[in-house]
């Protein structure tokens, strides 16, 4: 197939405005996104960077300068393209830089946080992180980081001190980090309005616009205002077309409010033909569930977990795996296994969640119960975790407390899958 400049695609694509009654998707964008789709300029960049650096180390391994550019070259490419061997070869440089530094340097240190939190390495972040506090205080920097690792790991009263404490900032990493302490919050409008904000600081530099842009789409998804989020997927991919994170939101939009599911399949293999990444699969495996087509539904699922359970991932995709192997996949016990592990690396109400899912599924209904009133009764949950916990009240003749929680679910339905949307649906009637 030929392809058209980039910068031509655009001006296609910028133009595109027609679409069918009662839908979202414009036709003409998504022919012309598909049709003369090829690597952006960002990508092409990346490559280059990655090519010069990966020269540099080569002819001067000891350089101390040449091991994190490399690095961050490769941590570049991996967040373009999600290839993990990236991310983990970027970690490993890292680690010997530092080792050269003599563990002196506390920009290696948050560097090697960083990525540990990409990987959702939460312990070894925060290990990372206070070696960096050792050197050189409570730094703006480390803070941030603080932060990070704080929210991710569930200590919410910690990060909100520690976001109160950066509030004269105003800096996009303070919008960006205060849109997520709302959304947990509750508060999804605030959370949408913090993220156009960071969209705003962002401006002048393209990764972080079009990284706030795609977050404020998954935002207004959540908040079922699906027009916003397309809106906002499009202005970041008309920016630069190696924003897969919104092509795919795109897809899903097609797939769970126009009911095109042969155009989120067009969309999806976009992405898979361009990407390392495993999530792809998932959305496939949704196509297949809005089509009951349950052959294909086990072979995506059974080919997203044996990509997503490779070793190099680690947890990265616990939540998509646990989900999968209670479900699709019939392997609760496996479900367990990981979601146990996870409530040690990741502490939250929504892990536990999991768990407590996991073990309902395995059987463990008393455990599961237990789990649920210890670590998950009245804390703040996301649509998938209301589902679990009305699924598992049902399965326990708690009728009641089941509507309640399919109810709550019902209200970010968008956010789930479409067989867990016609389930909700019927036992909401």
């Known amino acids: 197939m030929k392809c058209i400049p980039w910068t031509l695609l655009l001006i296609i694509l910028a133009s595109s405005c027609r679409h069918s009654p009662g839908t979202i998707i414009e036709q003409a964008f998504t022919d012309s996104l598909i049709s003369h789709y090829h690597p952006s300029a960002a990508m092409q960049t990346a490559d280059s960077n990655l090519a010069f650096w990966e020269r540099r180390m080569k002819a001067l391994p000891d350089n101390y300068v040449n091991g994190p550019e490399y690095a961050s070259a490769l941590s570049s490419r991996f967040r373009l393209y999600g290839d993990i061997k ?65 929210f991710e790991t569930g200590q919410y009263a910690k990060a909100k001190s520690l976001l109160k404490s950066l509030e004269k900032d105003q800096s996009y990493g303070y919008f960006f980090r205060r849109s997520k302490y709302e959304h947990y919050d509750g508060s999804l409008d605030s959370s949408i309005h913090y993220m156009m904000l960071a969209a705003k600081k962002g401006s002048d ?53 126009d009911k095109n599911d042969s155009l989120a399949e067009k969309i999806f293999n976009l992405v898979r033909n361009h990407t390392y990444a495993p999530d792809v699969l998932l959305k496939l495996e949704q196509v297949a569930e809005a089509r009951r087509d349950t052959a294909m539904e086990e072979k995506y699922a059974s080919e997203f977990a044996a990509v997503a359970s490779d070793r190099l991932y680690g947890k990265m995709y616990s939540k998509y795996l646990i989900d999968l192997y209670t479900d699709v996949l019939k392997a609760p016990a496996k479900a367990v296994e990981l979601a146990e592990q996870d409530t040690y690396n990741r502490p939250t109400p929504q892990v536990y969640a999991w768990y407590a899912w996991a073990l309902f599924c395995n059987g463990e209904k008393d455990k599961a119960y237990e789990i649920f009133k210890g670590y998950v009764s009245q804390k703040p949950l996301e649509g998938l975790e209301l589902y679990y916990i009305g699924k598992m009240m049902q399965g326990m003749n708690k009728g009641y407390n089941a509507q309640q929680f399919f109810k709550a679910a019902w209200k970010n339905r968008y956010d789930l899958s479409p067989a867990k949307v016609k389930d909700l649906e019927k036992n909401l009637e």
């Open 86 to 150: 990236d991310l983990v070869k970027a970690d490993s440089l890292l680690k010997r830089s530092n080792q050269a530094n003599q563990e002196k340097e506390p920009g290696i240190f948050r560097s090697m946080a960083s990525f540990a939190l990409l990987q959702h390495q939460f312990p070894q972040a925060d290990s990372f992180l206070k070696r960096a506090v050792q050197i050189d205080g409570h730094s703006a920097a480390n803070t941030y980081l603080a932060f990070d690792v704080a």
């Open 205 to 257: 530099n393209k990764y972080l616009l079009q990284t706030a842009l795609s977050n404020a789409a998954d935002l207004n998804i959540h908040k079922g205002n699906l027009s916003a989020a397309y809106k906002l997927y499009c202005q970041s991919i008309r920016l630069d077309g190696s924003d897969l994170h919104s092509i795919m939101g795109v897809g899903w939009i097609a797939l769970v409010h």
